[in-house]
Structure formats: C-alpha cells, structure tokens
C-alpha cells in the first residue's frame, strides 16, 4: 500500500506558536510514502525559521518561500509542487493522528474513490490533543451530485481532513482572493456526476480553535467574501436545478450572518458601510424570490430574513441593541 506516495501541503502563515506540533503530527504517519510541502506564506514571525530547520533535518520536508498572497495562493503553489499520486490539506495550527493518512489511502483503494474524507475533532489553546476512543467506525460512498447535497451543502465545505488522487484534482485550483469559502469552492470544482467521494466518521484530523479566526472577528470588507462565495457556489450547483434552493437558503444564512456583524459597529462605523448594507439588501429581495428557498430556512432564520427584508434599519437597530458591540 505505501507504494503510492501522499503529498501533504502545508501553508504556513505566522504560526510559530503551532507549526511544530503540526509537523511533527506529519513526520510521526504510520503511511511511510509521504512528502511534505510546506508553503511559507511570507511569514513574518519564527515561523520560517522553525520550517527551514525542519526541512534541514528531514529529507520528506520541501520547504518553499513566497510573498504573502493568501492561503489559496498557497495551497495552489503547494499543489504544483508535489509529486506525489494522492494530496492532502494541513493547517499549520492542526494535526493528525498518527494513522489518517494510512486510513484515508486504504478507503481510497477499497472503494476505488476519487476523494476519501474523515471527521475532526477540535481542540483549543490549552486543551490537552488527542481524541477520545472511538466509536464504531461507518464509511459511505457517495456519488458527485450526493456529495454536494449530504456533504458540501450540509456543512462539510472543508478541503483538509481529506485525501484526494491526483487525476480528481488535475489542473484545478484554489481560487485567489478569497478570505472565506475558497475550500468549499474547491470542492464544487472536484466533484462530478461520476466522481466518487469516500466519507470516514473517524475522527482522525485535530482543528485548533483559533479565537482569532477570521469568522470571529469584527466586521472588515473581506467578510464579504461570505456572500460572494455562496452566489458563486449558485453559478455552479445551478447545473443540478433541484439543489438551487438550498444554496440559495445557505446565501440568505450568511447574509443575515454579514448583516448581524455590521449591525454590531457603531452607527457611525457602520455608516462607512453602507454601500454594504445596500448589497445585503438587494441579495436578499432576490434571494426570497427562488422558490422553495425561504421553505429550507429554520424558523429563526425565517424569522430574521422577513424582519430584515421588510424593515432592514429596524433588524440592524435592534440586533445592535441586543447584541452590543464586542
């Protein structure tokens, strides 16, 4: 089985605090082919330094230097690099067990996958690593059109704690520029009708919490990237028109999801945005129209769209006033 070699990726931007421990996750594989390609996303941190040592003293460590360009840039530069027949996403802030890649390369041998994919669990700064025991281990084989309806549009929109054969990826791409969503766009681009995506419930993939992450921080341009991802996520699913409506139910979510974080800001930062509360309305009007959308909302969202598409200052007011600033 370790005939065929894995190329781990690994982009790498100010991570001191963890690249080690997420390297060392990688050298410690019982799957014995593997390659690492890390991807120094202009750092400006040790963590450079703490990858060249790495890559001095192991011959499986590739250590490439760019200009900070992003982590899809990153990823991209990462993927034209390997060599090997299988790649696979790692944050420099994660870690795996030591047996994922051997599990995922055995499910995708057994089932004759293009993508094989496990669970994650999640740590944070001070929680000791490590999973509990494991249940009962269940795999499923789905085809493209069922991977998009029970794993990308259920929530499963992440590129790393997957292995993918190098023939599914080919020549595609992480797209540029993108602060948010470029994993789960990445993952429309894979997918096909014929292609074959192998789903593990084991838990193997550690993701660090990071209370930094770009999802918990005050409102900035680039969390537009939210609602940009989901309408370009439209263009693609649109080719499976019964699907259309729940795409468009997850753009209304991260719209009300954008809305509540300019509602946060003072009226007096908020106003600096206003050309963005304007594209959250027009979305959303157009957003109600696709039928059988509003229908795949829960009641809560329900709720929060009808109020904020009837009235938007009054939800922006009022959730403002209930949610104070952070």
């Not at 799957?31 to 202009?42: K, L, M, Q, R, S």
């Not at 982590?71 to 067990?97: I, K, T, W």
């Not at 995708?108 to 669990?121: K, M, N, Q, R, V």
Request: charged residues 30%; negative net charge; proline residues 2%.
């Amino acid at each position: 089985m370790d005939n065929k070699k894995v190329s781990i990726i690994v982009p790498v931007y100010n991570a001191e605090k963890y690249v080690e421990r997420c390297l060392r996750s990688l050298l410690e594989q019982t799957y014995g082919n593997t390659e690492i390609i890390i991807v120094d996303d202009g750092s400006t941190d040790g963590s450079g330094q703490i990858c060249d040592a790495f890559a001095l003293k192991y011959d499986k460590i590739k250590k490439v230097h760019v200009e900070n360009s992003g982590v899809s840039a990153a990823r991209n530069r990462g993927m034209d690099e390997a060599e090997g027949d299988f790649f696979a996403f790692v944050d420099a802030d994660d870690y795996l067990e030591k047996d994922v890649i051997a599990h995922l390369v055995k499910l995708l041998e057994e089932t004759d996958s293009d993508i094989a994919g496990c669970e994650f669990h999640t740590f944070s700064e001070g929680m000791a690593e490590g999973i509990l025991p494991s249940e009962k281990i269940t795999v499923e084989v789905l085809d493209g059109k069922e991977f998009i309806e029970k794993g990308i549009l259920a929530g499963d929109t992440r590129c790393w704690a997957k292995l993918y054969t190098r023939e599914a990826v080919a020549n595609k791409r992480f797209e540029q520029g993108l602060t948010i969503g470029e994993d789960m766009l990445f993952l429309l681009e894979l997918v096909r009708e014929d292609v074959k995506v192998c789903r593990s419930s084991y838990k193997g993939y550690g993701y660090f919490a990071n209370e930094s992450g770009a999802m918990k921080q005050q409102f900035r341009e680039s969390y537009m990237d939210q609602i940009l991802c989901w309408k370009k996520a439209e263009e693609q699913v649109g080719k499976i028109p019964e699907l259309r409506a729940k795409v468009i139910s997850i753009l209304m979510i991260s719209i009300m999801l954008v809305v509540g974080k300019l509602a946060i800001l003072s009226p007096e930062e908020r106003a600096k945005y206003a050309g963005y509360i304007k594209v959250c309305k027009e979305e959303m009007k157009r957003c109600k129209k696709v039928r059988g959308a509003y229908k795949e909302l829960s009641l809560g969202y329900k709720v929060k769209t009808i109020v904020f598409d009837m009235c938007p200052e009054v939800y922006i007011g009022a959730y403002h006033v209930f949610k104070g600033r952070k």
